[in-house]
């Protein structure tokens, strides 16, 4: 049976055999735990005083960020030494046995929102095996709703199961994307919306890529794009939106995986319908 335990939907089984931790929780249940405790730092300091050091033009970190991974990473090392990590504010680990799994954590995914006192960012946390997805977390501190998916398993918020959108037409959709920090890129992503316009219902800028792929596979936003990702921006997306019966993949219609940095997420319908409006649209390419 389907049980509910603190927004997680716990499967039959799974055919994959993930690795053990050291209480002998299961992963899922450590990553959405691991994903809680980044959340409440966040949550905690949303209001603050906050120290912001910039990584580029337009890219920031806070001092909530480091906090929120020294979290995450202190649970997640503790039930899993054997794993590598990849996450976004520390110097990757390798694995100490060989294992082909590891841990990828994006511990503040739309830190500018964050510090600009707008309530639209999450925590990732996700297990990878190998460029392939085996879980993923995505979690809301703000709105308390908790994306998870588990290979095989369905995709589901806060337990309830979810589903890409069932639209047939870009013309009745709602499109997702974001501009990142490839500021030529950026100016293309706008000129093919504004190519498209008024091929489409509307338009959101998110934020947070990794919150647009989790609507996108809920079906709160029909599709999203992004042309520039790190992987612990995607790694969960990509699994939840398979999950919920959607694909993703990257700006020329290939199979997306952890390293592509390119993302379409939707169905793999609206996705075609997509590919075939920007046919040759200069964001489309390289």
Known sequence: MLSLARGIMQPRSSSAT?????????ALELAVEAARRGGQVIRDRFLTQKEIRFKGRADIVTDVDLASEREILGLLRAEYPQLGVLAEESAPVAS???SPYSWV?????GTRNYASGIPHFCVVVALALGEEIALGVTYDPMQEEMFTAQAGQGAF???NPIAVSARQELGECLVGFDLGYVDAKAVLALDMMRGLWPGFQSMRLMGSSALGMAYAAAGRLDLYFHHSLSPWDVASGLLLAREAGGEVVDRQGQRALLHTPSVIASSQHLIDRFLTATHGAPWRQG
């Open 157 to 159: 918020l806060n337990g």
């Open 18 to 26: 993930l690795p053990s931790s050291r209480s002998g929780r299961s």
């Open 105 to 109: 954590v994006d511990p503040l995914d």
């Open 96 to 98: 100490e046995t060989g």
